[in-house]
């Protein structure tokens, strides 16, 4: 069964640091990785798309790598900002099939002043 | 421009009780997508649409339909409510970019919080 797992699953820090959340997953053969924002009773919305191709994608402060030979993902997050508490969520389509999305359950992250 | 917009935001149902969920999108998207968010678990696909008459089942469609007559709605129908139904649900669209249609960035409407008792 394909699976995406991320970690940590929660995060604290502090306003201004850095931040490093993970995204591995089983699904094969692989067709495109997303990564998305949900704040709190909002809907996803999303940061960056990767494919098979692709290593790296930024999108402002958000810098996604991509590793598709050990199939791991990561978000890293620059200076963070009170805004950037939320909930990130990893999604991984596979080229076979129905082309389903498999979603992760993502890393809650809070950002204290 | 609204993006993609909901209706109820909240509602609550008692076991066996139907209702029809409403999703509007304004971007003249071709896809249309319904899902639903549980705690601690991942978003699950429900049902989807590649156009307006066509409908097609997702990772757990059972006891939920959906049609979608107009190219900018897309509704999910409860016929008989089931406490395991009480969720989040999520309605989505996306771009025909002559891609697969569930492989490409979506735009998510705010959520419908419902409650079966």
Not at chain 2, 72 to 98: H, I, M
Request: overall charge positive.
């Amino acid at each position: 069964k394909n699976q995406v797992e991320q970690s940590p699953q929660s995060l604290i820090i502090l306003e201004g640091k850095n931040c490093t959340l993970q995204c591995n997953y089983t699904v094969s053969p692989f067709s495109n990785l997303r990564w998305y924002k949900q704040d709190t009773g909002r809907g996803p919305v999303s940061l960056t798309i990767m494919t098979f191709s692709e290593n790296t994608k930024s999108n402002g402060r958000y810098t996604a790598t991509l590793d598709a030979d050990t199939k791991q993902s990561s978000l890293h997050i620059t200076a963070s900002q009170l805004s950037d508490s939320a909930s990130y969520i990893c999604v991984v389509s596979f080229s076979g099939g129905s082309y389903i999305p498999t979603f992760g359950r993502g890393t809650s992250l809070i950002v204290h002043p | 421009n609204a993006g993609v917009t909901q209706t109820p935001k909240f509602r609550v149902l008692k076991t066996g009780q139907s209702m029809t969920l409403l999703c509007a999108q304004d971007m003249n998207h071709e896809y249309m997508y319904w899902y639903r968010q549980d705690p601690g678990m991942g978003l699950r696909l429900i049902h989807y649409s590649v156009g307006e008459g066509t409908t097609a089942k997702g990772e757990v469609p059972d006891g939920y339909n959906v049609s979608r007559l107009k190219k900018q709605n897309f509704l999910l129908g409860l016929e008989s409510a089931a406490p395991s139904q009480t969720s989040v649900y999520f309605c989505a669209s996306s771009y025909d970019r002559g891609e697969i249609p569930l492989s490409y960035e979506q735009y998510f409407g705010p959520g419908t919080r419902l409650t079966v008792t």
